[in-house]
């Protein structure tokens, strides 16, 4: 992750003493990379097609970098926010084998949701999303869009359901958790990795995954939207 999230910084900060790797991190067994794959049989390209025009709803840009120009709007449809941008990689949450102090120098132990046990989400296993902060610019929650609302994110012709999992800055906007720059086949290293531009987010307004942590109700759920966005109904 380039940018540390806004979530609890203060309790972020209080742990920066910690050790970098904590007892409470994963066993290795269970952490397998994810195969870059397409999930479902909704096509890239239809889906970008819904979203070749804007109708800006957001009050002003985002910036998709500290220091970068701002230059991204949030636009809308009846049925979907969606923005396109680059993307950054979000490791906080749980730590674990490539999430932790040591592999990203921004990472934080919470991260805005949790999980229905109340453990943070694992960003190497749960695909997710990280929506800014609520300012002047936009408000996430104004428009339908809650922890758990699924999103599909797609890059070149791959498309990935993920889920709203963390708040990031209130300027920024284009970032995801390593599992999501996994499957999309974007390298998903928090120090060095993401991409620069060619990633677009179509977040489902009113949609909501529960528990959090269920990938599966996400790509469920995902699916039948994106088909209903397709077809336009």
């Not at 610019?137 to 889920?163: E, F």
């Not at 109700?217 to 397709?230: H, K, N, P, Q």
Request: aromatic share 6%; proline share 6%; net charge neutral.
């Amino acid at each position: 992750m380039r940018v540390q999230s806004l979530t609890l910084v203060a309790a972020g900060a209080a742990l920066l003493a910690a050790p970098t790797m904590s007892p409470a991190v994963e066993p290795t067994a269970r952490q397998e990379p994810v195969a870059a794959r397409h999930e479902g049989d909704v096509r890239a390209a239809d889906l970008l097609a819904k979203v070749r025009d804007c109708a800006q709803i957001s009050r002003g840009r985002y910036r998709s970098d500290d220091g970068r120009p701002a230059t991204v709007p949030v636009c809308g449809t009846r049925e979907a926010v969606f923005w396109k941008a680059d993307m950054d990689i979000d490791c906080d949450g749980r730590p674990g084998l490539r999430c932790n102090r040591g592999t990203d120098p921004s990472f934080s132990a919470a991260a805005a949701y949790q999980q229905s046990d109340g453990r943070q989400l694992n960003a190497e296993r749960l695909p997710y999303i990280v929506v800014p902060t609520p300012s002047a610019i936009w408000d996430y929650r104004a428009s339908g869009v809650r922890g758990g609302s699924v999103a599909a994110v797609i890059h070149r012709d791959r498309v990935q359901y993920a889920v709203v999992g963390d708040v990031g800055p209130r300027d920024i906007i284009g970032e995801a958790s390593y599992a999501s720059a996994e499957a999309l086949g974007i390298d998903p290293d928090p120090r060095v990795g993401g991409t620069a531009s060619g990633v677009t987010y179509i977040v489902f307004k009113d949609s909501q995954v529960k528990p959090i942590e269920d990938h599966a109700a996400a790509v469920a759920t995902g699916e039948r939207l994106a088909r209903l966005f397709v077809r336009g109904s």
